[in-house]
């Protein structure tokens, strides 16, 4: 049994034109709170004195010096600057923080404070997007330089799509991005390759083509996923033989095996086992044996379709015993009746869905029509997973257990000191994401032999399911008690957040946009852009407790 292609993936392959496509009044209130320009000259050359102001360590003591100025928009300003500087400021500013100038110190710590809570991320990302918006022939030029300034992920992939709206000028490929695919830095040739291959810019693709031939890895990799979904199939025996490469994190490896995976199918090779070398390389080596015995009679189109979604979404209603399979018209496919208190489902392949079925004590797999194709028994299950390997992993309150196809427990994963657990995911790097109840409510991340890497606490109040961690490390919690959803980076500062009223589950779409279910009936399950704006909403008589899009 294979898994279909993860969520994860589809983002880094079938993301549309969001940046043209949004509305600008959010951005523009943001940016206009925090004085930056709404125009196109405005944001170049904010984007211009960041880049530069990056680059040069002397010009932040500069600016940490001004917030001690006489002229209160000349501290104003500094303050501003150094705060859009985010990380790269904080030990400068930190320093600060111990001057025996009253003013100085009390910015300093004002501005600390605002980067460690994640809001210049956020900032900059709703400038980045305006920019974009404005179509400023100088835009390109001025994101493919402040590309490499070591800024967070999440803001340099805002880069990248912003890039994409401006990749093509009057029908042509934009000349910074033909330029760029040249450029001496990897991360601008990846960005420039992949912009143009994503937009199918004919004048650009020979040029770009030569991309997978460039002797850096990651380069080849994004850039070989984007000729991919353009119909490019000399791109795939370039994805093949990456998965084995050192120099590519797992994420990256995720985003590659996953397209693989969507092709492969009920042929595609066993995962190997998270961190093996030699795994990896009969990995690669048997997914080489497929691509050379059916590479030849791919489909073009199916290529295509395995780096876009289908559109269906499975409603899960808990209080009806309920599972509804919609189309992209929002129209039902299927429906799964009495399936005691579904706490998870997840698409299977051929119209199969696994569910977690908590009041029956069991998992079941089922076709369409409810017939039941495997079975386990468990104690009040919280959430049922499908693995790549074929086995699959289910939460309880007290324990993580992994069962393979015949329903034989492999492994057993208990919390330590009678912690409970509410909602579990296997990532596909080995790692396992978990909230975690014991007096706090925590995110947990446990490496591959199950040992803590990392936790933070966070605000989810409801059991069941799985935590949506997105390809940087970035997690969407659902704050039913806050009447929102935020995503926490890596280190748990919230960077992104968005008013959902009651919100139960959160995950991150290939699009961009952010699918939630709520318990307010009015809400049901909404699809939502960054800003917030509703773009699809499904309503039920009762609550929709989960909304899994493919």
């Known amino acids: 049994m294979r898994p279909s292609l993860s969520r994860i993936v589809l983002g880094c392959l079938a993301l549309s034109l969001l940046v043209a496509a949004q509305e600008a009044g959010p951005d523009e209130r943001l940016l206009k709170e925090n004085k930056l320009a709404l125009d196109g000259p405005g944001l170049l050359t904010f984007f211009k004195e ?75 990302q709703a400038a980045i997007r305006q920019l974009a918006r404005t179509k400023d022939a100088g835009a390109a030029d001025v994101l493919l330089a402040y590309l490499p300034t070591g800024e967070q992920e999440n803001v340099a992939d805002e880069v990248r799509e912003a890039l994409v709206g401006l990749a093509l000028r009057d029908g042509k490929a934009e000349p910074a991005l033909v330029a760029a695919l040249a450029d001496k830095e990897a991360v601008r040739r990846a960005a420039a390759g992949s912009a143009l291959a994503r937009v199918k810019a004919a004048d650009a693709l020979p040029a770009v083509r030569k991309l997978l031939e460039d002797p850096d890895a990651k380069v080849k990799a994004r850039v070989a996923l984007a000729l991919a979904a353009a119909r490019e199939k000399e791109a795939i025996p370039v994805v093949i033989s990456l998965l084995d490469d050192p120099s590519l994190t797992p994420l990256e490896l995720t985003v590659m095996e996953d397209l693989l995976y969507r092709l492969g199918e009920d042929r595609s090779p066993l995962a190997p086992a998270a961190g093996n070398a030699d795994g990896r390389k009969k990995y690669r080596a048997a997914w080489k044996a497929w691509w050379d015995d059916h590479g030849e009679k791919l489909d073009l189109a199916k290529l295509e379709q395995a780096t876009k979604v289908e559109g269906n979404t499975l409603i899960v209603l808990l209080d009806e015993n309920k599972i509804i399979d919609l189309d992209a018209t929002n129209k039902p496919r299927f429906t799964l009746e009495n399936v005691l208190f579904p706490l998870d489902a997840q698409y299977l392949p051929g119209d199969r869905v696994l569910i977690a079925e908590h009041n029956a004590q069991k998992v079941t797999e089922r076709d369409k029509t409810g017939k039941v194709l495997w079975q386990k028994e468990v104690d009040m299950p919280l959430s049922a997973q499908r ?164």
């Open 50 to 124: 960041r880049t530069a102001n990056l680059a040069d360590a002397g010009k932040i003591g500069k600016l940490v010096a001004k917030l001690g100025a006489d002229d209160f928009e000349e501290r104003e300003d500094a303050s501003r600057q150094l705060i859009s500087l985010g990380s790269r400021a904080l030990q400068a500013l930190q320093e600060a923080t111990k001057s025996t100038d009253a003013e100085v110190s009390r910015r300093a710590e004002d501005c600390v404070k605002q980067i460690k809570s994640g809001s210049t991320a956020v900032v900059l």
């Open 387 to 550: 693995l790549p390997n074929g086995n699959t992993l289910i939460g309880t309150r007290q324990q993580v257990i992994e069962v393979d196809p015949k329903g034989k427990e492999v492994t057993t994963y208990t919390r330590p000191g009678g912690e409970l657990i509410m909602r579990v995911q296997r990532l596909r790097n080995g790692q396992t994401a978990m909230v975690t109840q014991l007096g706090v409510t925590r995110y947990v991340l446990l490496d591959a032999a199950m040992k803590e890497i990392r936790s933070f606490g966070v605000d989810i109040r409801t059991s069941g399911g799985r935590i949506e961690v997105l390809p940087n490390g970035n997690v969407l919690s659902p704050e039913n008690a806050n009447n929102r959803v935020v995503e926490h980076d890596v280190n748990g500062r919230v960077v992104w957040e968005v008013a959902v009223d009651q919100p139960i589950a959160a995950l991150r779409l290939p699009n961009g946009n952010t699918l939630v279910t709520s318990m307010n009936l009015t809400v049901g399950a909404v699809e939502l852009d960054r800003s917030g704006k509703i773009l699809w909403q499904h309503k039920a008589d009762t609550r929709v407790t989960r909304a899994i899009r493919r």
